[in-house]
């Protein structure tokens, strides 16, 4: 069983953590047939952490987790944060395949989706 | 003359503002006959500040600016930290034409795209 998990910052406005829970609901739509979970969890301000989220993941029999940092720069949290965390999980959960992907800011197709939003299109 | 703003968190990582500073200049590429200047500015830990960039812009002779909040979810930065920055500039700076526009997360079609980087396509 196959899951991502959106990794976002948190935020003491709980608004914008709800905002991150509804776009895990929009990309669940989006993923049926490539993920059979998508959830997300927080860095920092907000729940579940990213550790909890991934151990109740694999209690309920989720075999594979793709963790995708859900940032627009590799700051630390995106450099060191999330990569140690990460690891921290491998130790406890050999038999979970944990894959770190890409962080969003980093999708070579952003920058025209952003101009096209600007442009008004 | 028109400008826009990014407006990024910024981080103590500097190559992490130096991926906005390029993120800002391949923006610029695509933004050309929309405006005539494209840069970026941050709320903490880097330079230029947003306040600063927008005075500089001004005293070049842009006579309009959009600030482009270059964040994922309106927390407290996006809901409270950016307008009031630019409540301010409007005292300041009477004759400048400031903008505030919607934040990166709350494009519509920001879904999409992280889907279709999920699935590789």
Redesign the interface.
Known sequence: MRA?LLA??G???E???Q??RA?AV??AG??KG?FDRVECAFLELASPAIDEAVERLYAEGVTEV?V?P???????H??SDIPEIIGELERRLPSLEITL??Y??A?P???????????GE
């Not at 859900?70 to 630390?76: E, H, I, M, V």
């Open positions: 991502l976002a910052h935020s003491r406005r608004a914008s953590n905002e991150v776009f929009e990309l989006r993923l490539s793709l995708y859900y940032f627009l720069a590799a700051g630390r995106v450099a992907a890409p969003l800011g999708d197709e952003l920058p025209d989706l952003v101009a096209r939003g600007l442009r």
